[in-house]
């Protein structure tokens, strides 16, 4: 089992909502898959629609910045967010991210200390 810190798996659970999200709303997509794994110590998570797709080079409306915040949630946890679309053929979002190592992400997790009385 994977074990992350707190504000890391806060960030990659609002990245995986806000990709579901726009496949839901704008995609008109039959099918969407995620797919996660850990090989060499990075973590990689790939959402995948068949929907309609969009032209990424061109710029989004200013009224929707849900690509540019999931960018941000990714580089403010140390990974990498491609996103590959094609009009008519459905969009690709993955994510890579280096993970610590094991000892630092437990020390991460543990409880603080509390005085005893």
Not at 5 to 24: C, D, S, Y
Not at 73 to 79: F, K, L, V
């Amino acid at each position: 089992m994977l074990v992350l810190p707190p504000t890391t798996e806060a960030q990659l659970t609002r990245i995986l909502q806000e990709a579901l999200a726009n496949a839901q709303q704008h995609s008109g997509a039959s099918t969407v898959t995620v797919q996660a794994r850990v090989e060499r110590a990075t973590l990689y998570i790939t959402i995948a629609d068949d929907g309609c797709g969009f032209d990424p080079s061109v710029p989004p409306d200013p009224h929707h910045f849900g690509l540019a915040l999931m960018r941000e949630r990714a580089q403010a946890i140390g990974a990498r967010l491609h996103i590959e679309s094609t009009r008519g053929r459905g969009t690709r979002i993955s994510l890579e991210m280096p993970l610590p190592p094991r000892k630092e992400m437990e020390h991460e997790q543990e409880p603080p200390a509390h005085p005893r009385g």
